[in-house]
C-alpha cells in the first residue's frame, strides 16, 4: 500500500515507521526544510513541497496513493490537504490529525476526512478508560457523528455477566469487535461469555451509546 504523509514532523516520521515497518509504502511531504530528515527515516520517499498546492500534489503523484495521512502541526492545513486528496485525487482513506479540539466539528467528510484523530480526545479517552469501570468511554470518531470506537469495562455486578455473546440483544448499529480479557485480545463470537473485568470494544452509533451503557450495566 502506498501512504503518503503531509507533515514531516515528529507525529508524521513516527506513523512513517510503524508503516514502513509493516511493508508499505511511504512518501513524507513538508515544506520547511528543517524538517527534511531522510536519514531519520531513510527508507521512505521525500518531498519537499507545500502539500497544499496542487502543483506538489502532482509531482507527489497522490493519484497513486491509497491512504493519506495529514499529520502537520496546523489544523488549516490538515483540513485542506484531506480536502485536495479526496475530490482532487480521488484518495480512498484520508486520515487527518486535530490539534485543537474546538476545530474538531470541521474533521468530517464535507472535508474529505474518513478518520479523524483527535490527539488530547484520545488521551483524556484513554485516562477515563483507565480508572472507569461500568462507563462507556469514546476513544475515536470514524466519519464524524456517524460511528465510533467505544469502551467499557464490564462491572462486577453486570446483569450481563455469564451471559453468551450471541443471546444479547444489541442496540441496532452496534457491533461488539473485540474482548479483552487477562492481557488477550479476543474476537468474539457467538458461544463466547461475558465475564466481569471484561472490556468490551465497540463500535457503535453515536445516538445509541446512551442504551448500550444502560444495557452493559
Given at each position: 500500500m502506498r501512504v503518503a504523509i503531509a507533515g514531516a514532523g515528529a507525529v508524521g516520521r513516527s506513523i512513517a515507521q510503524e508503516l514502513l515497518e509493516n511493508g508499505h509504502e511511504v512518501l513524507l511531504i513538508d515544506k520547511s526544510p528543517k524538517a527534511i530528515k531522510v536519514e531519520m527515516v531513510p527508507r521512505a520517499e521525500w518531498l519537499l513541497a507545500d502539500a497544499c498546492e496542487i502543483a506538489s500534489l502532482d509531482d507527489a503523484?497522490?493519484?497513486?496513493?491509497?491512504?493519506?495521512?495529514?499529520?502537520?502541526?496546523?489544523?488549516?492545513?490538515?483540513?485542506?490537504?484531506?480536502?485536495?486528496?479526496?475530490?482532487?485525487?480521488?484518495?480512498?482513506?484520508?486520515?487527518?490529525r486535530i490539534n485543537h479540539p474546538k476545530n474538531e466539528?470541521?474533521?468530517?467528510?464535507?472535508?474529505?476526512?474518513?478518520?479523524?484523530?483527535?490527539?488530547?480526545?484520545?488521551?483524556?479517552?484513554?485516562?477515563?478508560?483507565?480508572?472507569?469501570?461500568?462507563?462507556?468511554?469514546?476513544?475515536?470518531?470514524?466519519?464524524?457523528?456517524?460511528?465510533?470506537?467505544?469502551?467499557?469495562?464490564?462491572?462486577?455486578?453486570?446483569?450481563?455477566?455469564?451471559?453468551?455473546?450471541?443471546s444479547v440483544t444489541w442496540p441496532r448499529d452496534t457491533a461488539l469487535v473485540a474482548i479483552l480479557r487477562e492481557g488477550r485480545v479476543l474476537v468474539p463470537s457467538a458461544d463466547d461469555t461475558l465475564e466481569p473485568g471484561d472490556e468490551l470494544m465497540f463500535v457503535a452509533s453515536q445516538d445509541v451509546e446512551d442504551e448500550l451503557a444502560e444495557l452493559l450495566n
Open positions: 503523484a497522490l493519484e497513486r496513493c491509497q491512504v493519506v495521512v495529514a499529520s502537520s502541526g496546523d489544523d488549516k492545513v490538515n483540513l485542506v490537504v484531506s480536502l485536495l486528496a479526496k475530490t482532487e485525487y480521488g484518495v480512498p482513506r484520508v486520515v487527518a466539528w470541521l474533521f468530517n467528510e464535507s472535508w474529505g476526512v474518513d478518520v479523524a484523530v483527535s490527539t488530547p480526545r484520545l488521551l483524556s479517552a484513554l485516562v477515563e478508560e483507565a480508572v472507569s469501570v461500568g462507563d462507556l468511554v469514546r476513544l475515536m470518531t470514524f466519519r464524524q457523528g456517524e460511528a465510533n470506537l467505544v469502551e467499557l469495562t464490564l462491572p462486577e455486578d453486570a446483569p450481563l455477566g455469564g451471559e453468551r455473546v450471541g
